[in-house]
């Protein structure tokens, strides 16, 4: 690491090359702390945690904190950790908020930006050339400073399916929201087209619409409320899998209910109550709620036959519900024995990473006030 005395700027190289280099001194003032460093043109960027439909960041700004969002363009998990192509990266040392701009301001730098008064970051550099060497190389560097991350079961090597079931309407011609799925078709072709209405808590189905299932079924227990007569499986959780198969895209895992309302079923649609006076359910609603187990657990058979994990959200409602606004129990985890036994092939592991001592430099400059 270098630190020009004349202009406060601070430069790093790897051997011969310089790999990271400020175009601008650290600005450090009581709202922030500014690092601008030059950023070459055939130079790519990843990281900041879980940004939600994006990985790759190269002229686009990306949030440091969390937004409360789980849709696309929203983060729900930052970290303040990027790397890039050209064999650098940067953790900063921090839980303030900040926001990093990869050349979408200005095509030559890179600008990161944390809300406060402190500049503390450790420095990643790679001795290796070539995309997978230097992503392989940022990890390793990455879990010396914050330890080895947990195993993840296989399953979780896998993409994973989240939505919410059991609550929406959906149609071919008209909705509140509009889906094209293209599949293996290519991005210039029209893909199937689907639009969902309600996406809330309280959306009662009217008749109008196809109500979205786990099975392709309909409720047949205490199913007085319940408007629809369409259960398409084209709109079920069954479906999703199969699409997932006939796209050759595996898939490890599976949560049903991502989504207040969701529940498990829609035996007992819409109906409170069926507590007794000594405060026990009544043998209509342990019915109508044993149908919904019951769904979940056809549902979960099915997906553990296609070598598909399933679980629940952290708040699901059990209906039928003693009270308009329930807590529902969370399930298990259920995992098949193995992909092997569902026929689906098995991704490639990633190669066995060298712990040999990283080159990890660290810098802190902080501003001191009186």
Not at 154 to 170: K, P, V
Not at 223 to 238: G, I, L, P
Not at 323 to 329: A, L, N, W
Request: aromatic letters at 10%; one cysteine or more.
């Amino acid at each position: 690491m270098i630190l020009d005395k004349a202009t406060g700027k601070m430069s790093i190289k790897s051997g011969d090359r310089v790999v990271v280099s400020e175009s601008a001194s650290l600005d450090l003032d009581k709202k922030g702390t500014v690092q601008t460093l030059a950023k070459e043109k055939s130079e790519n960027f990843f990281g900041g945690g879980t940004q939600n439909g994006r990985f790759l960041h190269t002229n686009q700004t990306i949030a440091i904190s969390n937004t409360n969002n789980w849709t696309d363009g929203g983060v729900a998990s930052p970290n303040p950790f990027y790397w890039t192509s050209d064999g650098y990266g940067v953790l900063r040392n921090t839980f303030a908020e900040g926001s990093y701009d990869f050349g979408s301001t200005d095509s030559s730098t890179v600008t990161t930006l944390h809300s406060e008064n402190e500049f503390d970051a450790y420095y990643f550099v790679a001795t290796n050339e070539g995309a997978s060497n230097v992503a392989t190389e940022m990890l390793q560097d990455y879990y010396k400073v914050t330890g080895n991350p947990v195993l993840l079961p296989e399953y979780g090597f896998y993409l994973g399916h989240l939505n919410a079931y059991n609550r929406d309407g959906w149609s071919t011609t008209s909705g509140q929201k509009k889906w094209e799925t293209k599949g293996s078709k290519s991005s210039s072709e029209k893909g199937d087209v689907k639009y969902e209405s309600g996406m809330s808590t309280g959306y009662k189905l009217d008749g109008t619409l196809a109500a979205e299932t786990l099975n392709g079924e309909g409720p047949s227990v205490d199913t007085e409320n319940m408007k629809a007569t369409d259960f398409d499986r084209q709109f079920s959780a069954r479906q999703v899998i199969d699409d997932y198969e006939d796209n050759d895209m595996p898939l490890g895992w599976f949560l049903p209910n991502d989504g207040y309302g969701a529940g498990y079923g829609q035996n007992g649609y819409y109906k409170t109550g069926g507590v007794n006076s000594d405060g026990t359910s009544s043998a209509d609603r342990l019915n109508a709620v044993r149908a919904n187990v019951d769904n979940l657990k056809k549902f979960t058979e099915y997906a553990n036959s296609k070598g598909v994990s399933t679980a629940c959200g952290p708040s699901p409602t059990l209906s039928p519900t003693a009270t308009p606004r329930p807590r529902g129990t969370c399930f298990a985890t259920s995992t098949p024995r193995s992909r092997r036994e569902a026929s689906l092939p098995l991704r490639p592991t990633l190669p066995g990473l060298d712990l040999a001592t990283p080159l990890v430099l660290m810098a802190s400059r902080q501003l001191m006030t009186r």
